[in-house]
């Protein structure tokens, strides 16, 4: 997700330049105050936020610590700083700047240095409950599971109710990453941090969510879970 934070006019310029670069497919979101972007922080792969924040004070170097204590691979561009500004910057943790007299030229730049972030992103279009089809990035799901006749999508940050099938789930989802462990879950291989002997998965980002491994997937994940690791 890319958050922009209070940029005025300057975020539509933002936004049609991540979309012409990127596609339409990614998400962007506007945040409106500080409380609002770091209840969203562990899905912001990118942030950019104003000058006017004043980094040189405590509330701007506060605002960088407590969004790299939560996501350390957040990518901060401070947006209209100039040079000394930018400097200042740094120390707090951001990592680059748009300059408001060579908006276009530094904004080419930062998305040169980001587009790593992108390469590999894969966007799914989901059937939610109240909220007709939304657009998330598939990555950000931890697991799906089935919850009587609906499917739960969780994030770290909210979960999503889904009147699709959780067999319907499993032919969108990248089969790269994410596995059946049970006839009522799916799992991104990505966020498995343990697997016990007693047949049960601990997921990172979910309050150590425990996930069932059943006998008939057991066999399947653990190959699955053993490629994952040599990867590493």
Known sequence: MIAI???REQKYRIQRKLNHRFGD????KYEHDEAELMQDSQ????????????LKSDSGYELCKRLHEKNPDCYVVVVGADHSEAYQGY?????????????????DRCLDSVEYIFRDKQYIDF????SGTMKMDADDIIYVETSKRNTVI?????????SMSISAMEQVLPTEYFIRTARSHIVNIHKVREVRKEGILTLSLKDNA?????RNHK???MEFWDKERRML
Do not use: M, W
């Open 43 to 54: 899905q912001c792969d990118i942030l950019f936020i104003p000058d006017r924040l004043s």
């Open 154 to 162: 969780h994030t770290a940050t909210k979960d999503y109710v889904s």
């Open 210 to 214: 425990l996930i069932p491994l059943s």
């Open 127 to 130: 059937k939610v409950i109240h």
């Open 91 to 107: 120390l707090c943790g951001i990592n680059n700047y748009i300059r408001a007299d060579c908006f276009d030229e530094d904004l």
């Open 219 to 221: 066999n399947e994940f």
């Open 25 to 28: 497919d990614i998400k962007i």
């Open 5 to 7: 934070l209070d940029c």
